[in-house]
């Protein structure tokens, strides 16, 4: 745990706005996090769920690995330590998009299954949707979009999911898609399918 | 300047997206950067402006103190290094839901001009909004409304802004709001105004 470092503050109660923004926007928020190695999907299916829901008129934002890095969290690395503070921040910051009444997806590789636990305690009952991208490893290193896999094995990049460091599964997603034998636009499908099925598009 | 630790990430880019979330939300994104010492209304001011935009139908968010320091920036105290980084994280989450074409105010004391500044390089020419909630100490101090000024001159709380720690007040602040004399209600007007003749609430 995260130590409380500011003793003077106190719990600001945003639930009357919460509803509010609710009803403005016609919808719940949620977050959408996507879990899987580097090159299984994530982002890409990601944005295409993004797409998807926006054309349909709901508010809507993804955070994904290269706008978080590249700002909220360009001071941390990749060691146990900093991966682990990466994963927090994202989910304190998804929580807050929820509470704004947006359907936020988060697309990273969130190795770890307690970080994942951490942000899913961090928000009401149903509002985390856990989604595991399933690509093997032979699959994912075939792929190699950016070259990290090559680079990993290479000695070049250390501590890299699959590679040299641990892939921690989850034990019981909200959804699992088959990223090694379906494409993009069909899992899309299946996440606004799911979400469809289980309410999360009602107003 | 914050070192960018991670070097194996690319920049996505989000414009086209952006300007489809102003177009279903009707409005740009924008910050609203309330600052000012302890007490002087920071955050009042900026929940009634943002329920005044709300009313009007206007997607927005309020960033402050309470709902950040138990979150986001719990693991931050009041050293200067940490304050820096807690107004840094905020900028970066700021610009994020300016992004998401929301009108975020954040109210935070923020006493360093330079950490300011940087929020405001983060972010469009214009996007920012440096809002000065202006009171004298004397005032904040009459106020006290969380008995923090009190402790601070006992001593038991160190690097207590305006009593033992600067406040850098802006020096060309988008908008100054003279709460010695003026109430929260009319203040929030008056940004609502400035806003509204400044273009913010076009779509």
């Known amino acids: 745990m995260t130590e409380q470092k500011a003793t003077n503050v106190t719990w600001h109660d945003h639930s009357v706005e919460r509803e509010m923004r609710q009803k403005l926007n016609g919808h719940r928020g949620a977050v959408l996090w ?3 190695l580097s090159g299984c999907g994530k982002s890409t299916i990601a944005n295409t769920v993004d797409h998807m829901l926006h054309e349909r008129g709901f508010h809507t934002f993804v955070l994904d690995g290269d706008n ?7 001071n941390l690395g990749f060691s146990p330590e900093d991966r682990t503070e990466n994963i927090r921040r994202i989910g304190e910051v998804a929580k807050l998009f929820a509470d704004a009444a947006t359907i936020v997806s988060t ?3 969130s190795p770890y299954r307690s970080d994942r636990d951490l942000c899913r ?8 949707v856990e989604i595991l991208v399933d690509a093997s490893l032979e699959t994912c ?3 190699d ?5 090559k680079k990993a094995r290479a000695g070049e990049i250390k501590g890299f999911t699959g590679i040299d460091a ?6 019981k997603p ?4 088959d990223s090694d034998n379906k494409g993009i636009d069909e899992l899309a499908g299946e996440v606004v399918a799911w979400l469809e099925a289980n309410g999360y598009l009602n107003a």
């Open 107 to 109: 697309a990273f590789i």
């Open 166 to 171: 641990p892939y921690e599964a989850p034990e």
């Open 145 to 149: 979009p950016k070259g990290l896999y």
């Open 174 to 177: 909200e959804l699992v898609l």
């Open 68 to 74: 978080i890095r590249m700002g909220l969290n360009k």
């Open 141 to 143: 290193e075939a792929r």
């Open 121 to 128: 305690e961090l928000l009401p009952e149903g509002e985390f």
């Open 34 to 36: 996507f879990t899987g």
